[in-house]
């Protein structure tokens, strides 16, 4: 078993859709591990998306993140990183596998409802940005 992270974007939060997202989780096999609900300033999402600095949409990106509250959530399965980038499916939802989380909640590719971690590695800073120690504490 291994974790990863997921965050239910603010445009799922705020249409309602985080509970359904939640279940679809658990439903594909996830357990969840921990989770908060939280909002970023722009600080803290620039920095959580700091390897996107460079690229055209990373404004755009921090505004979106920061317009609401979000839900960060470990999750752990079966090489939880890879399964997790299953279940949600493509960055755009027109292009995502029917059944997929983003298929089935997203708005657009912009706001696409949940983020996920693409590797172990970025999974452990992730889930490290978000939760303490002492909250991932026995996971």
Do not use: C
Not at 52 to 74: A, C, N
Not at 76 to 97: F, H, N, S
Not at 122 to 131: G, L, R, T
Request: hydrophobic share 45%; aromatic share 8%.
């Amino acid at each position: 078993m291994s974790l990863t992270l997921g965050i239910i974007k603010p445009d799922a939060v705020q249409s309602g859709r985080a509970g359904n997202i939640l279940a679809h989780l658990e439903a594909a096999g996830f357990t969840v591990r921990a989770l908060q609900m939280t909002r970023l300033n722009t600080v803290q999402a620039g920095a959580f998306y700091s390897v996107h600095k460079e690229r055209p949409f990373f404004d755009s990106l921090v505004t979106f993140m920061t317009s609401g509250p979000l839900i960060p959530v470990v999750l752990e399965a079966d090489d939880a990183v890879m399964e997790l980038r299953k279940v949600i499916g493509a960055t755009d939802p027109a292009e995502a596998d029917d059944g997929t989380v983003r298929k089935l909640f997203a708005e657009s590719k912009e706001r696409n409802a949940i983020h996920a971690s693409d590797s172990d590695e970025n999974a452990s800073a992730e889930i490290a940005f978000f939760f303490s120690a002492h909250q991932t504490l026995g996971l």
